[in-house]
């Protein structure tokens, strides 16, 4: 059984720095690329940012990027992964619930720029930044 768990959300003033994990289990997490999408209130679920299988590529959304750092941490000898998405000069436009993400193609080497390029999700957690 797939389970992502988020943690780190908060409330941030703007221009402050956030630091979001996800604790993945169930599978060979490390055999496969995962990310972070969030879902502001009353629009849909947009892709944030994602990280291949190896941690060797990343991938961003332009609204984020160059202040959202993704990485990884693939434990040798367990199937868990730990996901985190370092999040620096937030903005109110920040503001929504942040989901980790997981996708189901084994060592897939293509790019990542939409929701639908994953296919599994945790609960979420909520970042708030206030202005």
């Known amino acids: 059984q797939v389970q992502l768990a988020e943690s780190g959300g908060g409330l941030v003033q703007a221009g402050g720095s956030l630091r979001l994990s996800c604790a993945a289990s169930?599978?060979?997490?490390?055999?496969?690329?995962m990310g972070w999408l969030r879902q502001a209130p009353g629009k849909e679920r947009e892709f944030v940012s994602a990280i291949s299988w190896s941690g060797g590529m990343t991938y961003y959304a332009d609204s984020v990027k160059g202040r959202f750092t993704i990485s990884r941490d693939n434990a040798k000898s367990t199937v868990k992964s730990t996901v985190y998405l370092q999040m620096n000069s937030l903005k109110p436009e920040d503001t929504a619930v942040y989901y980790c993400?997981?996708?189901?193609?084994?060592?897939?080497?293509?790019?990542?720029?939409?929701?639908?390029?994953?296919?599994?999700w945790g609960q979420g957690t909520q970042v708030t930044v206030s202005s």
């Open positions: 169930g599978r060979t997490f490390t055999q496969y690329a």
């Open positions: 993400a997981a996708d189901r193609r084994l060592y897939y080497s293509g790019s990542y720029s939409r929701p639908s390029d994953f296919n599994f």
